[in-house]
């Protein structure tokens, strides 16, 4: 399944074949009907699918759940949308529902209805423990004993299943996969009774108590008349009641004191929500600690029944048999056994542990070895080859824009300069007659505040140009460079600049890719975001310039805008008070744009400052087409407000839904 193509790109239709449950708390259970699929969801989400009942994307439809302020948490929507897809609720693309399996229910014709059904089940079972208690529980006597006893089991199975699906009928519900069991240590008929779900608790309750009727009964009627059947059919009452798997017992105890599970909160689809930690906090958040204490102690309650009441039937003592252990020499090796297992547990993490530190510290050593070879290399080696040259200029995001030819005459053009620490390249103010590209070391720009203080602004990584502002709008230099260690740098002039890279590229890109791209590559927020999303958000952001002093979102106002600092100072005011100074790399505005909301606070520019800024709409429809990015901005979005940013209510305070469409 493509998981990045069904969030973003295919056309999701809701199926025709959709049956819901009455909601409990808000919680409904879907059923896709053909295949007898369910999904267990809040009233919010199966509003959320039902937008789907015309054709649509996921990703036109997040920026208008933003608008609403009824967006829910994208990554419950992820996987909402992806489970719906494979149950087959939500049809990708225009498919069919005459293209999916079908699954039949069986023609059941005996009907049970409800009325009496459950007083009777409750009767049967209390009938069986009541004659359990007067009478003393004997073994069978005889291999002939053992055989009816083992029938009575088989028989009392089969007549529980043959009970809760009529009953299922009489709900009006279907019955499914009826078969006989062969391989299984008592035989019987079987039939699935999960549909029992969508007729509520009330109907599984009844059922639970229908499977567990007939051997309680059964128990009830051999302790007054033919005890020696007892203990056999005990071991019965002790299977349908095991604390595991889908036993009536559990079934029972789920249909009282459990809450549905919400289907987007276990057995996750969407790649993300299978990290480790987003497994464990959703362990932790939607646990039913209620039910589990209840199931832990119903564990507890089986175990001790069963171990007593075989200590009482075989007239055993706990307190001989223990001692009998200990005295037999089995205490000792069981301990020896139980200190091999845990000291070879031990030392196998310990050895993954030494080789996880092993491998890290060889890897750290590599590079710093791999780096003091190249820096010996360049250092000692001013004139590079052309095909060195060559190859480095691949990998750069201007440069690999050149086709071969033109790349390797600029190769032949550049002449190398080596600058050593805290030396500057060029200086704020100077003219510029030069296009420089960074090949290795590293260097920092700054910006000359008015008292002649450089603040920095960002440091530059090998592959980055700077300089070419001066050389296409002839000004002087907007900004100083400054060597941060021994650094090499490849420098071109004006006239090889715009007759071999302009002439091929476009001033335009080439500012895009330089101003923008280049940017964006070196700054955390982006540090992950696919080439693709790089380029989609330097297409969407222009430059915006703001004077010292000037007031770029006003408390109160409608924020129409992302902002990303490019550079400069700005400063967050609350009544007018200074609580937080922001830098190069980052960003302001994206609270407002997802809670479509107003603005909280004042930001008002400390020095000049340059933004890419980016609108309102292209902003959510940016997140929106890229799933990454959107669960990325809700994360620090949700960690500076201290509390989940999703999901929202109440209406919205502008007409962008108007203009989105």
Known sequence: MDQSYILTQAKLTLSTHIEESEPENDILILKQVPEKNYLVVEKDQWELLCRFRAPRTLQALVPELITERKAPPLRSMYELVLKAVVSGMLLVDGETQTNQSKVKAVEWRHKLRFGMANWVGVAAILFGFIALLLEPLQVPGNLYEILIGWLLICGCLS???????????????????????????????????????????????????????????????????????????????????????????CLLLRSVYRQFPLSTTRDFLFVQNRLFWTLINSKIKFTDKRYLLIFSLFTLIWLSTVLFTNLNTFELNLGELSTQFVHSGAARITAIIVLLIMGVLTLGSLGLLSWIMAKNILSLIDDFSARKKTKSKLYHKLELTTEEISTFFKKTLLLRQLDDTVMAQVAKRVRGLIVEPRKYVVRQGEPGDELFILYEGSVEVLMNLKSGRPLHITELQPGDVFGEIALLHDVPRTRSIRAVRKSLLLRLSRDDFRQLIVSSIGAKVIESIIEKQSFLHRIKLCNHWHPQALTRFAQLAHLAEFRAGEVVIKKGMRNQFFYLIYDGLLEVMIDGKRVAKLATGEFFGEISLLQNSTATADIVAITESRCLVVQRRDFLQFISTDFLVGLQFEDISSKRLKHPIFPLTGVAYDDFSERHG
């Open 159 to 249: 007549t529980g299943y043959f009970l809760s699906a009529c009953l299922l009928v009489g709900f009006d519900r279907e019955v499914y996969d009826t078969h006989f069991k062969w391989k299984h240590p008592f035989p019987h008929f079987s039939c699935n009774v999960e549909d029992a779900r969508m007729a509520g608790r009330t109907c599984e309750m009844t059922v639970a108590l229908m499977q567990m009727a007939p051997i309680f009964f059964i128990i009830g009627i051999a302790a007054l008349w033919y005890q020696q059947l007892q203990y056999i059919v005990l071991i019965g009452i002790f299977y349908v009641t095991l604390p595991t798997g889908h036993s009536p017992a």
